[in-house]
T-cell receptor
Framework: AQSVAQPEDQVNVAEGNPLTVKCTYSVSGNPYLFWYVQYPNRGLQFLLKYITGDNLVKGSYGFEAEFNKSQTSFHLKKPSALVSDSALYFCAFPVGAGKSTFGDGTTLTVKP | GAVVSQHPSRVICKSGTSVKIECRSLDFQATTMFWYRQFPKQSLMLMATSNEGSKATYEQGVEKDKFLINHASLTLSTLTVTSAHPEDSSFYIC???????????FGPGTRLTVT
């Protein structure tokens, strides 16, 4: 079955350090991949997407993600983390009929 | 970007009563809206797909008679939790898909607590 996986439930980084939130995919063909962020008691906000073209995708709030076909990964990155980046992050891909499948989520905590 | 609102943001109700949650697309027409349920620190579970002017499509295991969905217009979908029980307490999130984009626009969520 097609899916995305987020192997880490929790990622902790110090403010100012680079951060990576991992996502791997098992999707046939050329996948469309998304990253969303969720702040406490809020809905999801779109960060970025990979459809086609450049493997490095830049998104909102200074985030970027690299599509790596050989490693079937789409890791989310930011060069310098902020405390305000602390949130729950979801990797997702569309499965047709407008639906999306989400990873289990990774809680990012950035400590000052 | 596109804006989706939900109302109410929080609701507390007594066991056995019904609760209606509204989802509106404010600046675009959404022929399809989705309803999700989310438990604390867990992923989103798709409950149903709501299509304007037709019956909703429910995911396996979701009781259609308990979670009534109505999509009466291109900008409004409602989810009614009927005869609510404490185990229905959860965070309910709607989303709308705009046009040909695969991107979904999410509402801010509704925290339902059934006492």
């Amino acid at each position: 079955a097609q899916s995305v996986a987020q192997p880490e439930d929790q990622v902790n980084v110090a403010e100012g350090n680079p951060l990576t939130v991992k996502c791997t995919y098992s999707v046939s063909g050329n996948p469309y991949l998304f990253w969303y962020v969720q702040y406490p008691n809020r809905g999801l906000q779109f960060l970025l997407k990979y459809i086609t073209g450049d493997n490095l995708v830049k998104g909102s709030y200074g985030f970027e993600a690299e599509f790596n076909k050989s490693q079937t990964s789409f890791h989310l990155k930011k060069p310098s983390a902020l405390v305000s980046d602390s949130a729950l992050y979801f990797c997702a891909f569309p499965v047709g009929a407008g639906k999306s499948t989400f990873g289990d989520g990774t809680t990012l905590t950035v400590k000052p | 970007g596109a804006v989706v609102s939900q109302h109410p943001s929080r609701v507390i109700c007594k066991s056995g009563t019904s609760v209606k949650i509204e989802c509106r697309s404010l600046d675009f027409q959404a022929t399809t809206m989705f309803w999700y349920r989310q438990f604390p620190k867990q992923s989103l579970m798709l409950m149903a797909t709501s299509n304007e002017g037709s019956k909703a499509t429910y995911e396996q295991g979701v009781e259609k008679d308990k979670f009534l969905i109505n999509h009466a217009s291109l900008t409004l979908s409602t989810l009614t939790v009927t005869s609510a029980h404490p185990e229905d307490s959860s965070f309910y999130i709607c989303s709308a898909q705009g046009g040909l984009s695969y991107e979904q626009y999410f509402g801010p969520g509704t925290r339902l607590t059934v006492t």
